[in-house]
């Protein structure tokens, strides 16, 4: 059972730079390392540029080359806080039924446009949800395709003028995004929806 | 060896990943969110993470194949409900955009907060302060070198005027306080001022009172006693206090400590009595004129403390002189119930005490709202109490020694039995005695203003009889709360070898109850010495050296010495003889009490320093003993008495029951729990005696029972003077908050059982106040709160309540009505106290009405239950006192008393009114209350009469003990007569005061006498509101005015308490 402490391969907190398998290259800070599975893991700038976030990248050394450790930890690694099991995992739950209910609407044949508009809707009303074809926002509003200003239905009130304006300005954003790359719409698509 | 490092943390052999930490953290704080997973084989599956495997094996919820090719988005049927990769496939998983602090725990700590800023965050910059400039030259170095203790007064108005245009009414004199002292030439009122200054000397002697004033007047802060590091000329004040105020409460504690001590002390509480003979012109005093008490004790006061302060304590003293009165008639107004209830009610109310001294009643009630607020009024009193004194003058004298030893009703009974033939006779005399008593301390100066006749009767033998009792009663009661009931129960036990066996029993259960106690007897002591001291002292020394032998027989047990002086007084039977003798026996006991075990002759000397503190527990004590001793002689009486006797011995037991139990629990419960034990047993006594001796014991009982109250007051007073009282009295110059401040302080400072009895309130009546009926409670709380503060006041009360209920029960047998009436018409002439006594005696007659034969046993049991009967004298002691209230409430009263004296004058004029008016509505009233009683009938009956009186009681103890100012609202309140005549600002304090008395009275009234308390409790609720209620009603006849006062004061103090 020597099994050598991480600090003995990689110390907590210092960076580390490898190349996969897949020819991907990964550097990141190391956060932990586990010796006899070989894991590492990695802490890195997030991708998307968030100053509140960060990637983990959970790497299995087994199918990594070129490691090299760009500098070692200069200090003691932080206590390690406790965690809130509960909320991790409600998260967790919420994160699956978001996604299922995201499948649901891909597999209903939802343009993309409505797909755009719900995870835009979901961003600020989590009540939300896809019947059919149609998203229902707080039980009270209906957006119908084509998922317009004017399709929006339900019980005139403070929730129907307020999902109208969300839904006016989602569209006005798509419209300014179309001058932008494709791929970049996709990725702001994908960002709102890692993000809620 | 991580494995293993971390096997033996956690002690479960950890298995892969699982056993390193930061792997673990760091994959559990990514739980729930998505990621990407690359297996070797190249292919990217997206899920959400869910958890993962000791071998690292992922595991991926919803997930489902990434497409190379950018899409939309998986399509439901893609997606795996979660796949499971081996570590030995995963090449790389990809955590996009996580936040790692969201499950942290630890959402509020700086680092987490700091961790969550957007943007840099940059620390500011400390920057140097260097004071400025203009503050360079002083003003910082003025604050270290300026000793002023914050703004003089006249800076404040002045300010206030100039600032805000706000002009301040404060008058230096406090007239809407108290009553200027009016000053003559007449020997009685020479004789006062003397007992006033001696009695002031004796409390301020005291080290109890020293301590306290010295806890109320330190003007260092909280830092500066216990967390400055002291420098300068400010800690040598204190510290030079300190010293000396330490070494008499040391004294205190180390007699309190040592029987032998007690006896020492006791021998100087015995001499302190000597001076009582001027005391008794110092109740007078002190009953007349705070003032007088304030410049003659307040003297000393003064000078140790500003004039406020000063004069409370004065007021004390007085108060516990008048307090006394009351006492005594509560007492002996028990022991009239007794008789009266049998047949002695209808008779005793109609014949003496019913009809004559309920008329007198009124007036006196009517005048004692007055005599706390005029002399005149309370003048008009005395001439009633006169009279009453002069119809049952040597009775009273009877009542007065065994009232005072008696405090509550046993005493009394025995009295009123052997005077009066008749119940009613002796109830009215009773009544008048109580009356009597209660105008005593308020009436010397009504003697000496207006009715020289009344007070020569009255005050030669009954006054100063009744008052010296009175002060002894309060002095009891107020010490029997806890210790005193205690004492009293051992002292009267001692009579009764079986009642000694569990008076020593009490006391060994309330060991420290009784180390408190000694305190609480030292200024019970003290307060008898000096009511009693005057008397007994002049009187009989002999008795002393009688209570000498009995404090050395029953040197251990404080009672022991209640006994001497409960024998003494059998044997003394003469009126005045017997009086002084249980004075000075009950002095000496509350002596020996407070110097433990030291016999009468010790306590003299250090009954005054002890006093103060021990002298409310001895004054308990002492006033159970004296029932007890009433109770004794109450057999001789009649059979009535044995009923009584019967019944006491039941309350005895019960409050042996309740003592052990208090014991066990806390020693202040236990001194409470004690007292209102004692006092039970005492009223029984009490009510004994009412039985036997009823007619003279009864009328002497009142007075008793007034001098009780008086001696409650005092007691109060002179525990505040020791420490809460001086306190109180200093802090506040109104006595009222003294008082109140007194009771609290007692309970804490001056006897556990005192404090035991304040907290035994609180908690114990914390529960039963709220399953009894509010308004019961409130009003009983109210009361019942003070008598609990002070167990000797609450003993007292019951003993009043007993007397009262006696009287009343005396009414009420004769005619329920009358009796409800009675309390209605109390109400309206005491109004408040009236009300409140009505609304005991309502709750009492309600039950009696309902159970008219219970009555009887109920008023037997009130006073057997001991701290109700005690209480219920006591307040019976107020409400006789409350016609004489003026006075008595004005004097002493200022403390517990008053508003026992109230109640009891309420009740009494409230009977007498009933009688006169016969308020169906407050009848009615009382019977709808009474449903509530039934069941404190039925079976409680003694214990929920005594409970509703003790509570009414203890409410008005409270109230004074809680805050004088306080009580003399409550008092006033209750009373309001004397209070609202006076034009007591108190009053208004009271109420505020009341609240807090109310829920002490709550928890208190539990700790008491549970049982009763809890019956009690939720009868006097529905008595008091439903009295209000009537008061209101009838009040608009006599009292209308105070009657709308005192019930807006019980409103609040039902709000309160509710």
Known sequence: ?196 | MLLFFFSIIFKVAFSGVYANMRMVHVLTSVVGTKCELKVKNGLIYEGVFKTYGPECDIVLDAAHRKSVEPSVGPRREDIVESIIFKSSDVVVVHFKDVDLNYAKKDNFTDSAVSARLNGEHKEKDLEPWDGGEQHISGSMESLDTDLSNGWDPDEMFKYNEETYGVKSTYDSSLSSYTVPLERDNSEEFLKREARASQLAEEIEASATYKARVALENDERSEEEKYTAVVRGERELHSLNRENKYIPPSQRNREAGMSWGAGRQNSPRLVQCSPGPPTPRSGPHDYNTMDQRVVNGGAHPWPSRCPSPSSRPPSRYQSGPTNSLPPRAATPTRPPSRPPSRPSRPLSHPSAHGSTGPLSTMPKRLSSEGPPRMSPKSQRTPRPHRVASCRGGGPPSSDYMSQGASVEVSAPPPTRNSPSGGTWSSVVSGVIFSTSSLAHRPRSPRQNSISGGAPSPSCLSSPQAGTVPVDSMTASTTATSPTAANPAANLETSPIEEAKESRVLETRQNSPNANKENVKPEASASIARSIGKGVYLWRYHRKQIDNLKKFSVEFRLQSSSNPDPVFEPMPQNKPPRDLVEKPKDQSNISEETSTAVSVAPTGSKSGTPSLSPSSAVPEQKRGPDVTSQGVQTTSPLANAAAKDKDEKEEKNDPVADVRKSTLNPNAKEFNPRVFCSPPKPATTPTQTRPQGQPSPSIVVQQPHTVYGQTMFQMYPLTPVSPGVQVPHMTMSQTKPYRPVPNMPQQRPDQHHPPGTSTMMHPATAAGPPIVAPSPAYSTQYFTCSPQQFASQPLVQQMTHYQSQAQHVFSPMIQGSARMITPPGHGQPSLVSSSTTQYGEQMHTMYGKNSLSPAPIPQQYPHPSSTLHPHSQHPQPSATPTGQPQQGPQHGGSHPAPSPVQHSQHQAAAAAAAQAIHLGNPQQQQMYSAMAPTPPSMTPGPNPQSPQANFPSAQQAVYIHPQQVQHGYNPNHMAHVQQAHMQSGMVPPHHGTPSHPPTMMLMATQAPAGPQPTLTQGTLNPIPVSSATHYSYTLTPGKDLSHRNSAHISLFTHSRNLSL
Request: net charge neutral.
């Open chain 1, 1 to 196: 059972m020597a099994a050598p402490g991480p600090g003995e391969y990689f110390s907590v907190g210092s960076h580390v730079s490898c190349l996969t398998c897949l020819g991907q290259r990964l550097q990141g800070e190391v956060v932990a390392f586990d010796y006899p599975s070989k894991m590492l893991t990695l802490k890195c700038p997030s991708s998307s540029a968030k100053p509140n976030l960060s990637d983990v990248i959970l790497v299995n050394l087994a199918y990594v080359s070129d490691v090299d450790v760009i500098n070692d930890r200069t200090e003691t690694p932080p206590p390690l806080a406790s965690l809130n099991i509960s909320k991790l995992a409600s998260r967790a739950r919420t994160e699956k039924e978001d996604k299922l209910s995201q499948a649901y609407a891909i597999s209903a044949g939802v343009s993309v446009e409505g797909q755009q508009l719900f995870q835009t809707i979901h961003k600020t009303i989590k009540d939300c949800k896809w019947q059919e074809k149609n998203i229902i926002v707080m039980d009270d509003v209906v957006i119908s395709p084509p998922y317009q200003v004017e399709n929006c239905k339900g019980k005139e009130g403070s929730a129907l003028s307020h999902v109208r304006k969300i839904v006016e300005k989602h569209f006005k954003d798509v419209e300014s995004q179309k001058s932008m790359p494709r791929t970049q719409a996709q990725q702001t698509q994908k960002d709102s929806s890692l993000s809620s």
